[in-house]
């Protein structure tokens, strides 16, 4: 996504991010990280506020900052960040709330020409209960992302 | 050190390694959504390619 991001510290192993929103509000630290799940090569993607004061991440904040599209443009680089190195990696993604799995489904959307240059997209269909190919203007509870093999 | 316009415009990103986010790797930082991740997989497992 060809958007203006900020820049990202990782760990060595490429899981954890960490990158400082810049809005209204102040800076806000956010960290964002690729979680093995229960499923052999599927990882889950989170991220959220990380809170100094209480030393603990919250990703249910509403943080306004202003700054909605850069955070999420971050986010997505870093899904190019650990594809790169988990070239057999599938990422799983959902929002903490409705209204956030449907800002993802919309950032997809947005950028699905280019995105799927690159990558599988997939959407858990609400209602079929199963994974498709992502669809634009369809409602999706979750998402997968692999890499598309390069022949 | 890369400028905002060569950070902007790449698509494989420029990563910045800090040692500090080492001991955040092996920690579980958003439990209840990796929880969430595991049920929802494990009602509707992957799609049919994989």
């Known amino acids: 996504m060809n958007y203006p991001k900020y820049l990202y510290r990782s760990e060595n192993h490429y899981k954890v ?3 400082i929103s810049e809005g209204k509000n102040g800076s806000i630290k956010k960290l964002v990280q690729y979680s093995e799940t229960g499923t052999k090569n599927i990882y889950n993607l989170a991220f959220g506020d990380y809170d100094e004061e209480n030393k603990n991440i919250n990703d249910l904040t509403i943080t306004n900052n202003g700054d909605s599209l850069k955070v999420l443009a971050t986010v997505a680089s870093t899904v190019y960040a ?7 990696a599938m990422i799983f993604a959902t929002g903490s709330t409705s209204v956030r799995t449907r800002l993802y489904r919309m950032g997809i959307t947005n950028n699905l020409a280019e995105i799927s240059n690159d990558f599988n997209v997939y959407g858990l269909s609400i209602i079929n209960q199963s994974w498709e190919d992502f669809i634009a203007g369809e409602d999706y509870e979750a998402f997968l992302i692999n890499k598309k093999e390069k022949i | 050190m890369k400028n905002i316009d ?10 910045v390694f800090d040692e500090k986010l080492e001991k955040l790797r092996d920690k579980i930082l ?3 959504k990796l929880k969430k991740a595991n049920e929802m997989l494990a009602k509707v497992g992957l799609p049919n390619k994989h």
């Open chain 1, 17 to 19: 991010y960490e990158f």
């Open chain 1, 82 to 88: 650990f594809l790169e190195n988990y070239p057999d």
């Open chain 2, 30 to 32: 958003f439990p209840e």
């Open chain 2, 6 to 15: 060569q950070i902007n415009s790449s698509k494989v990103p420029i990563i």
